[in-house]
């Protein structure tokens, strides 16, 4: 354990709040806020939502929550068991006589040993001696009689198109242009609540709903839904409250996408 259960519990006790009022306030359920104040990361349904939980809960409390997550990392990291002590037993020590006739019958089947293997490899070289390789044929002789000179066409390679990324659930992938502050349930539970700098990218990933209960920056977000790009969902600075993302809603977006006449040659 890294610590970061005894920092949130510590802080809660502090204010004197039980867990029944944190509850009521970050929705997050009783069992869990114990789970995640005695590290018992194993009741908590996953990664994602435990890093929502500890940022959530740790932000109520009045805590740093990107120190709360680097204690958590720390902490899945397991630490190396002591090595079990193994009792090492002595080697009985058998002294044995051997016969001066053994060692010589010993010695004489090694010779034979190695004066067939020698035997056998010049019988083996001896017969690749008489190999010869097939003569690679010459490449054609350009005919410049009549003033061109013919070129062969060698076959192209054909080129396979990648198999289309599988997704499971509902996959909502974030790119941030401007900074952006979110508010975002995946599957009723709050994961994201903060500010997101330009340039960053992050994926939520649900079963089977995703709400965007609040975007402080509309224009400042570009969202794919399971692969289907469908951009931002408002202007620059203009705040949306309420999307939400369901499988009929990537199924209809799906729909779209195929419902799209493709040209070509």
Known sequence: MAGEGVILQKAREEKGWNYHDVEDTTKIRVRYLQALE???????????Y???????YSRYLGLNPEEIINLYNLSLHKEPGSQDHISLKPIQNN???VK???????ALIAVGIVFG???CSRIDNSQHTDYTPTPLPTAPVADNSTGENQKQTQPQPSK????PV???GIVAELSFKEDCWLNVKVDGIIVEDGINAAGTTKVLQGTKRIEFVSIGNAGGISIKLNG??????GASREVVRNYVITEETIKNLSNKSNSVPKTGL
């Open 50 to 56: 435990t890093k929502g939980f500890l940022r959530t």
């Open 117 to 119: 293997i020698t035997y």
């Open 95 to 97: 002294t044995f006589w």
């Open 160 to 163: 396979q198109s990648p198999s």
């Open 100 to 106: 001066p006739a053994v060692i010589i019958i010993m």
């Open 228 to 233: 289907i790009d469908i951009g931002s969902l």
């Open 166 to 168: 599988q997704y499971t």
């Open 38 to 48: 005695q590290e018992e990361y194993n009741i908590l349904p996953g990664d994602t």
